[in-house]
């Protein structure tokens, strides 16, 4: 079976690693910066990391839209096809087209011919309006072409504003190289989305999440409260905090940081007071961090973690950083640890 699945920009090569870890992967066909496409010995319906996962019905190289069309027509995509939208049930299908991401208008004759090809294997026929099926065409800018078949709802984002996503605290929590006696601490938690997402991800030993906004942390008792966190609710402890003084921790006693702090956007910050924030928080986390201690932080680009650590001798390093964009805006991801 082949699949193609998206993710946010600048996580190639850590989504590379964790396919190959949760897979059997037979290779990888092709990637670039915000997609990957495999073939897996087995089938796959879902990974965390993953914005989405598609079956992948054909693909190519193609430098237009003609031959993009032309490309799939000539691809013996019926087997691929017919094993990810179940056979025999009439479905109906709209194909729509994709420029670099973007929606692009259709070529008449190509797509009608496209149509034609997809209803003989589908048997349901083409309907813009109310499709069982979704086929999307896309071309990249590396010329890469390819078809991938939508089922059912995508996994479009209903989030608060500044929530992060699912996948995207998967892929950060992944950096941390999550264990199991973790005594895990996001100081900045706003909806508590990447602690929650530990939590789901597997075990650990504790779970701080704090917020020095009090109706922050009155909302995460709430949901502790649902069934679903019956078990796990004693292990996870909200906590109102200030990130610049977090006295009530002993030196050493936190072993992984996974945070997303104020990007001084929304808040309105100045540079002085993001630079005042960061350092102190810093500070505190180099203190509160055990010796084989992991951090990893997401901070929007206009935030100079380097310099702050350069002009400073707060005794930690960045390992790894790397640019990624969310929801359109540059930002970096630090991997740190204690120096
Ligand atoms: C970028 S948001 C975090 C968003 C979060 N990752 C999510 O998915 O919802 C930063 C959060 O830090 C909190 N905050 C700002 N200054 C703080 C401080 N000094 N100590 C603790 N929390 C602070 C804000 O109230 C806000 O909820």
Redesign the pocket.
């Known amino acids: 079976m082949e699949y193609l699945g998206t993710f946010p920009a600048g996580f190639t090569e850590l989504v590379k690693r964790l396919i190959e870890r949760d897979t059997s992967l037979q290779k990888f066909l092709f990637y670039d910066e915000s997609v990957i496409a495999l073939r897996s010995e087995r089938p796959l319906t879902r990974l965390p990391y993953l914005k989405n996962l598609y079956p992948l019905i054909a693909w190519g190289r193609a430098k237009d839209l003609q031959s993009a069309y032309q490309l799939v027509l000539h691809t013996s995509f019926q087997k691929a096809l017919t094993f990810s939208a179940e056979p025999n049930s009439r479905q109906n299908f709209v194909i729509r087209l994709f420029i670099e991401g973007k929606p692009a208008p259709i070529i008449r004759e190509l797509h009608e011919k496209l149509e034609k090809a997809i209803m003989e294997v589908l048997g349901g026929r083409p309907n813009s309006e109310r499709p069982d099926l979704e086929l999307q065409l896309h071309l990249r800018k590396n010329q890469q072409c390819y078809l991938i078949v939508q089922k059912g709802k995508r996994s479009e984002e209903e989030?608060?504003a500044?929530?992060?996503p699912p996948y995207l605290?998967r892929l950060l929590l992944e950096l941390s190289n999550p264990q199991r006696d973790d005594i895990f601490l996001?100081?900045?938690?706003?909806?508590?989305?990447?602690p929650l997402e530990r939590a789901r991800m597997g075990p650990y030993q504790m779970i701080f999440a704090?917020?020095?906004?009090t109706e922050?942390v009155e909302a995460l008792k709430t949901i502790l409260k649902q069934k679903q966190w019956e078990k796990r609710r004693k292990t996870i402890f909200p906590k109102v905090?200030?990130?610049?003084q977090l006295e009530r921790f002993k030196d050493d006693f936190i072993t992984r940081i996974v945070?997303?702090?104020?990007?001084g956007l929304?808040?309105g910050l100045d540079m002085q007071a993001i630079l005042e924030?960061y350092s102190n928080?810093l500070r505190e986390a180099a203190r509160l961090l055990s010796k084989n201690g992991r951090m990893v932080l997401?901070v929007g680009s206009g935030v100079p973690l380097p310099e702050i650590f350069s002009n400073s001798d707060i005794p930690l390093k960045i390992i790894e950083q790397f640019p990624v964009l969310v929801s359109g805006q540059k930002a970096l991801v630090y991997v740190i640890i204690p120096e």
Do not use: H, N, R, V
Not at 186 to 194: K, Q, V
Not at 241 to 244: P, R, S, V, Y
């Open positions: 989030l608060p500044g929530t992060l605290c996001d100081p900045f938690m706003g909806s508590a989305a990447l704090g917020d020095i906004k922050k905090l200030d990130a610049t945070s997303d702090p104020p990007w929304y808040e924030l928080f997401l």
